[in-house]
């Protein structure tokens, strides 16, 4: 397996609140899972129905929103971990005194977006989310102000980015725990949108869901949807990437990929004494010029 670093981590949602901080490592090479878990994985070959499957595509805004109305700001932490683990949100301006601009595609109610401002005087946000509550929490934060940041309404596969962001204005596109919510017949259709707004050779920060993360393992029977593709309980979606799909994906779409790694975590659970093995997938693509 080739190992590349190893860094001290904090966790990054409620589900995990249990979760004491952990080690992270980067390797190019997937997750090895034991012979019960490739058994048990394969055996699922019984997919959710094609009806079903329409029927959650079409409520897939409603069941994000209900999911806000559910948790309201409290489900994700905010991630701190952003400018550690991507240094272009700090360093790839042209100038000192450049103003960044970014677009967080898929903001949820602003966990990405609230430290960078926080953190930095001197960049400008666009924000889009396709659940309504989740751009209402994002406005109502003490820390947005239309100076500094811009939160719209917007399903990514579907609405044009360009009717309120201009075109190739865009430094950086974060896509964080977003892409995996989307159906993968259409996630094309979300990166050729972003892609419309980012400057040629602005970078899009990718991290989500790697094959064989521990929340895949532990779908039971009757969530299956395709391929590395899952329904939770409350009918929000999960794919699990691994690396070659995801490249592929960006590179169909005129981008170039400059790092694409899974992120392996050891996450350990000192209440009730498990030990969960977590894998992310973190990567960054450059938009060709
Ligand atoms: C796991 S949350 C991540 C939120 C945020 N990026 C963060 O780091 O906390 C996924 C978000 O993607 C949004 N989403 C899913 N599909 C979308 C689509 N087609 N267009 C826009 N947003 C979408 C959901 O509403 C949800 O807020």
């Known amino acids: 397996m080739a190992l590349q670093t190893n860094e001290k981590c904090t966790v990054e949602s409620k589900e995990e609140e249990e979760v004491q901080s ?35 595509e079409k409520e897939a805004q409603k069941n994000w929103d209900l999911f806000y109305k559910r948790n309201t700001t409290n489900f994700f932490k905010d991630r701190h971990w952003t400018t550690r683990e991507f240094d272009e949100l700090r360093a790839c301006r042209e100038f000192e005194s450049q103003k960044l601009v970014l677009l967080e595609a898929g903001c949820g109610v602003g966990n990405c977006i609230f430290p960078l401002l926080e953190d930095d005087l001197n960049i400008f946000v666009y924000a889009c989310d396709f659940s309504p509550r989740a751009v209402e929490f994002v406005k109502k934060n003490p820390l947005y102000c239309p100076e500094r940041c811009c939160a719209f309404q917007c399903d990514l596969t579907k609405d044009d980015l360009l009717e309120n962001v201009p075109e190739n204005n865009v430094d950086v596109v974060t896509l964080i725990f977003v892409l995996s919510a989307v159906h993968p017949d259409k996630m094309k259709l979300a990166l050729e949108n972003v892609g419309k707004v980012l400057k040629p050779g602005g970078i899009i920060l990718f991290r989500d869901y790697g094959l064989y993360d521990h929340a895949m393992l532990r779908f039971k029977a009757g969530s299956k949807l395709g391929e590395n593709f899952y329904v939770r309980q409350d009918g929000t979606r999960s794919y699990f990437f691994s690396k070659e799909f995801l490249a592929k994906l960006f590179e169909e779409v005129g981008f170039e990929s400059v790092a694409n790694e899974y992120v392996l975590r050891e996450t350990v659970n ?10 992310f997938l973190q990567s960054k693509f450059v938009k060709r010029s």
Not at 41 to 50: D, H, I, K, M, Q
Not at 270 to 279: A, D, I, Q
Request: charged content about 40%.
């Open 22 to 56: 952990c080690d992270q490592t980067k390797t190019s090479t997937v997750r090895d899972l034991s012979q019960e878990e490739l058994d048990r994985l394969s055996s699922e070959r019984t997919l959710v129905s094609e009806f079903k499957q329409m029927k959650l």
């Open 270 to 279: 000192k209440k009730e004494g498990l030990c969960v093995p977590r894998v």
